[in-house]
């Protein structure tokens, strides 16, 4: 009998990672589709990182590291706050993870009980939710749609706050969006926060270098904020090392220990390798985290032209990561006569996308955001010119 648990069936799939592998059995076919649907960066990984497992092969770092990483990434990544973040952690208060998705996770699974309530400003990652449902609790989301930037304000803040509150998942720069919060919009955020001794804030910094405005501010730099606030980063986007998978946790020593404990049971420490190519991303040159922050400053700014150039589009210009976020509802309800297509929603938007423009995407209501869809500039020049002129050609076919 084929009885899955109530856990997973409250589960929905990745819809990024379903829209991957659709664009991918087109290609198989032999269609030529630009997969701009999963948030990767094109590039290589850095040469000094790739020296540095390749020495880690050789001298037989192939063992179980201890449950939270090695001491030398560890130490790597407290002088990295420092440092970059003005941030003072110890070795201690780090607990790497397999990538900052794991990361993500073990905080939630630690720290949130069946009924507790977690506030997921939309649109959101899509793997929020279903993380906070996972560990039995309730999201409750907070809207922020275009006009404000797709960033929350302290009142919807403090509107949303209950008794049953438990954290607050803040992702800047964001996905989907893009958006950043500035300094002054985190202090006003922390100013509420503080008022609310009970909720932790879980910061994903993961787009923390792909920052088109100057300097990464986070939320844990506010007085009172270190010790209510869990970081989490990695290096799959600011050192294109997606597939390495290491994530890391900085907070408070009774959070970390409980990740640690957690972590312990399920995965124990990330990959060996992974970890000392990690300590090389974070004690080697910067100047590929900048070359690489430079080129998407570039693709953000051709792809946020390309996409204003389109009617019915409305366009945001992202101040960091490599999406752009456009509202697209001014389609639904139209049909493609040709093919019978209706646009119902941002869903069907992004199948027509992906059928007749051969472009995949992916629509807005796996981040919350039913009226936008999100595109990753994650690659070449040539590729977004042309996937914005496929799009274009294919929407002026919708009556």
Known sequence: ME????R?????????????????????QGIDVINMSVGEPDFNTPDHIKEAAIKAVEENWSRYSPVPGYPGLRDAIVQKLKQENNLEYTAAQISCA??????????IMALVNHGDEVIVPAPYWVSYPEMVKLAGGTPIYIEAGIEQDFKITPAQLEAAITPKTRALILCSP???????????????????LLRHERVIVLADEIYEHINYVGKHESIAQFPGMM????????????????????????????????????????????CSVSQKAAEAAYTGSQ??????????????????????????????????????FPKCSSYFGKTNPETGAVIK???????????????????????????????????????????????????????
């Open 227 to 270: 010790e209510r606030t869990v970081i989490i980063n990695g290096v799959s986007k600011a050192y294109a090392m997606t597939g390495w998978r290491i994530g890391f946790i900085a907070a408070p020593l009774w959070i970390v220990k409980a990740c640690n404990k957690l972590q312990g049971q399920y995965t124990s420490g990330p």
């Open 174 to 192: 964001s996905n989907p969006t893009g958006s950043v919060y500035s300094k002054d919009e985190l202090k006003a955020l922390a100013d509420v």
């Open 287 to 324: 100047q590929c985290v900048e070359d690489m922050r430079q080129a998407f400053a570039r693709r953000r700014d051709l792809i946020v032209r390309l996409a204003k150039e389109i009617p019915g589009l409305e366009v945001n210009e992202p101040q960091g990561a490599f999406y752009l």
């Open 3 to 6: 009885q899955l648990s109530d």
């Open 345 to 399: 929603d941002s869903m069907d938007f992004a199948m027509y996308l992906l059928e007749v423009g051969h472009v995949a995407a992916v629509g807005g209501d796996a981040f919350g955001s039913p009226e936008c869809f999100r595109m990753s500039y994650a690659t070449s020049d040539e590729n977004i010119i042309e996937a914005m002129r496929r799009i274009k050609e294919a929407l002026a076919k919708l009556q």
């Open 98 to 107: 397999n990538g900052a998705k794991q990361s993500v996770c073990n905080a």
């Open 8 to 28: 997973l069936n409250r589960l929905s799939p990745s819809a990024t990672l379903a829209m991957s592998q659709k664009s991918g059995e087109l290609k198989a």
